[in-house]
């Protein structure tokens, strides 16, 4: 049976200043296909975090075209792959119902306003939907509708920073890795909540 995210993950996201000199990169088979996830060490005052997820991609097509992509959203990273390290943050996420899970840390590196935008969809409840206009509105910045869209187009974490959860005022379910995706993906959530 292939793993998916346990429902009580907790996410905690820490602000990067600057791009990893290196991320540390594998590949995980999930029950929605095959994802590529990069980790970091943060190196934050905070120093019980010792490993932090700063990407996590769907595989669109093939494994050479989301390395790809992965190397022109993070140009200044040296990309490295590691398993060992991937893995130990995947087992924190995969592991189930268990009520206390682990809290995962999650490495954002962007503006002010795009932290602000992850912030907000970190927040949104599971298996509910909501327009741009909707999430601007819930961030006390009404007329901010096309750079809260911006933000959400450059989330580099997906599923973890829900970015799926957003969708157009006309209910059209544009996604990175496409619609059919983000539907199932809202699918399964609302499944989940009866």
């Not at 206390?100 to 503006?111: D, K």
């Not at 959400?152 to 829900?162: G, R, S, T, Y």
Request: some cysteine; proline content about 4%.
């Amino acid at each position: 049976m292939a793993k998916w995210f346990s429902q009580n993950s907790r996410i905690r996201l820490i602000h990067i200043e600057s791009p990893p000199e290196i991320i540390r990169f594998s590949y995980l088979e999930t029950k929605f296909g095959r994802m590529m996830m990069g980790v970091i060490n943060p190196f934050t005052v905070d120093s019980k975090d010792q490993v932090a997820v700063c990407l996590l991609h769907f595989v669109d097509k093939d494994v050479a075209k989301t390395y790809d992509e992965v190397r022109q959203r993070w140009p200044k990273s040296l990309l490295q792959k590691d398993e060992a390290s991937v893995q130990l943050v995947a087992e924190k996420l995969f592991e189930g119902d268990k009520e206390n899970s682990e809290v995962v840390p999650i490495a954002i590196l962007g503006t002010e306003f795009q932290k602000s935008v992850w912030s907000a969809l970190v927040d949104l409840k599971s298996a509910e939907t909501y327009t741009y206009s909707q999430l601007a509105d819930r961030m006390g910045c009404p007329k901010a509708i096309r750079a809260v869209a911006n933000a959400v187009a450059k989330n580099e974490v997906a599923i973890l920073i829900p970015c799926h959860r957003i969708v157009s005022q006309s209910g059209a379910h544009k996604y990175h890795w496409g619609a059919a995706l983000k539907q199932q993906l809202l699918a399964f959530e609302k499944n989940l909540k009866y």
